[in-house]
């Protein structure tokens, strides 16, 4: 518990120092040059997210990694993968953080960004030790935010101080441009999230959505939805999940907006590359 406390806090002083300033405004999405492809990979890692992002110059970002052992290391390895330029955790739960002790114990890391919520759970002070064993740099971030990516930059729009009371609502979301195509990371954002979001009128509307808090009934709100106006949404949950994932309501509120979905239960990883122009999903199965 203490290294957590000393975890939360040091992040907590990067936070003060970093909010002293305001953010710079982010830069109009790069245009895409021939040939160059980002390439989105959400892993099947049973009941938990994770992604990979791989942008056209070779920078890795991980958004999650599932619980422990989840295979995560074991498909960007498979991938390709040698190194890490950021991981981004939007929930200090077990089925986000796990992975990611993995993660940073097999690869060099160079940035770790997180909400600063710390979590009193074992997970989560193996992943304090992690972070602290690697030597990334470790940032809290709040909406507004940006994350370098090469030539590519990734929008912070949630979450903002003071944190919610939960978990869930206090989640990292992120969103990604690559030309014409966009992408929206929301973790296990739920509606109170999307309701500050909303208010706060940052740019939500993107190409594809990887579906807050695994398709729960609590997430994606038809207003949330209609304003994202996704074309591609993609859910990361278990075959059989106690939770009853994804929730019949969620599924309702995609088809009605016309969204294709596509979950990990049924379909293993989802690939989604992209030329900045169009873009294709592949599945595992």
């Not at 040698?82 to 160079?110: C, R, S």
């Amino acid at each position: 518990m203490f290294r957590s406390v000393v975890f939360a806090l040091a992040l907590a002083l990067v936070t003060l120092l970093v909010g002293a300033c305001s953010p710079a405004a982010p830069a109009p999405a790069p245009t895409p040059t021939a040939g160059a492809e980002l390439a989105v990979h959400f892993v099947d890692v049973g009941q938990g997210d994770a992604i990979l992002v791989r942008t056209p110059e070779g920078k890795v970002m991980v958004i999650d990694g599932g619980p422990r052992q989840s295979g995560l290391v074991a498909y960007m390895r498979k991938v390709g993968v040698q190194q890490v330029d950021v991981i981004v955790g939007t929930n200090p739960d077990a089925d986000h953080f796990g992975g990611l002790v993995d993660v940073l114990n097999a690869f060099p890391v160079k940035e770790v960004w997180i909400s600063g919520q710390p979590n009193t759970t074992l997970t989560f002070e193996r992943f304090v030790d992690a972070v602290a064993k690697s030597g990334a740099k470790g940032v809290t971030t709040r909406r507004g935010d940006i994350i370098k990516l090469g030539s590519l930059e990734a929008r912070v729009l949630h979450p903002v101080d003071p944190l919610f009371s939960d978990r869930n609502n206090n989640s990292v979301v992120v969103r990604l441009e690559f030309g014409k195509v966009s992408f929206l990371f929301t973790g296990d954002a739920e509606r109170r999230a999307e309701e500050s979001m909303l208010n706060a009128g940052v740019p939500l509307r993107s190409t594809v959505l990887k579906v807050g808090h695994h398709g729960s009934r609590t997430s994606s709100s038809p207003p949330f939805i209609a304003v994202v106006r996704p074309e591609v949404a993609v859910y990361q949950a278990a075959s059989g999940n106690s939770y009853g994932h994804p929730h019949r309501e969620t599924l309702q509120t995609l088809a009605a907006a016309g969204v294709q979905v596509y979950g990990t239960d049924t379909r293993g990883a989802v690939v989604v590359r992209t030329d900045g122009q169009t873009y294709q999903v592949t599945t595992e199965r």
